[in-house]
T-cell receptor, first 113, second 108 residues
Framework: NAGVTQTPKFRILKIGQSMTLQCTQD?????MYWYRQDPGMGLKLIYYSVGAGITDKGEVPNGYNVSRSTTEDFPLRLELAAPSQTSVYFC????????????FGSGTRLTVV | RKEVEQDPGPFNVPEGATVAFNCTYS??????FFWYRQDCRKEPKLLMS???SGNEDGRFTAQLNRASQYISLLIRDSKLSDSATYLC?????????FGTGTSLTVIP
């Protein structure tokens, strides 16, 4: 049972490039979330999904897109990378609503230069 | 007003000390509460859940005060390995709101 798996672990992008951060969970969780964490700061919600085909914006969605075609996968897309998107990105999931705590992936450390 | 507020610290305590962190939340509708631990450059990991007045797990005690809308985390007999950032998390609706974290360093 792998839990929440994020790939890649590290990535350096040039300004204007695009990339997709992958997130997969094998716990059959309905709820999935993408957060970013800047150095010394708290986690900020980018997008979340309460089930396949359903996504919603969080606090900081600009510059990102998501899709949820299956229960297992919740990829995050950066279309035109900017230095302000340099951050650590965490994917998380929960099974039955917000009564239970998250399971987090190990994170993707992204640098935009 | 922020949904969740924590004292950022840092807290520097000697080994064996007792330390407590507080966290206040703004929405009285929240029903469950969580403390997460985050080590440097790692993902947050669930430490404790609080659904009623409190919860205890070994050296860790979490308490909830609904009237004053705060939760606390008490760590007894601090170990060097307790050094980390402790995040208070409050769900509301389909979202979780994170505090900015309280930094703890346990000193030999």
């Amino acid at each position: 049972n792998a839990g929440v798996t994020q790939t890649p672990k590290f990535r350096i992008l040039k300004i204007g490039q695009s990339m997709t951060l992958q997130c997969t969970q094998d716990m059959n969780h309905n709820y999935m979330y993408w957060y970013r964490q800047d150095p010394g700061m708290g986690l900020k919600l980018i997008y979340y999904s309460v089930g396949a085909g359903i996504t919603d914006k969080g606090e900081v969605p600009n510059g990102y897109n998501v899709s949820r075609s299956t229960t297992e996968d919740f990829p995050l897309r950066l279309e035109l990378a900017a230095p302000s998107q340099t951050s650590v990105y965490f994917c998380a999931s929960i099974g039955g609503g917000t009564f239970y705590g998250y399971t987090f992936g190990s994170g993707t450390r992204l640098t935009v230069v | 007003r922020k949904e969740v507020e924590q004292d950022p610290g840092p807290f520097n305590v000697p080994e064996g000390a007792t330390v407590a962190f507080n966290c206040t939340y703004s929405n009285s509708a929240s029903q469950s509460f969580f403390w997460y631990r985050q080590d440097c450059r790692k993902e947050p990991k669930l430490l404790m859940s609080v659904y009623s007045s409190g919860n205890e797990d070994g050296r860790f005690t979490a308490q909830l005060n609904r009237a004053s809308q705060y939760i606390s985390l008490l760590i007894r007999d601090s170990k060097l390995s307790d050094s980390a950032t402790y995040l208070c998390v409050v769900p509301l609706g389909n979202q979780f709101y994170f505090g900015t974290g309280t930094s703890l360093t346990v000193i030999p």
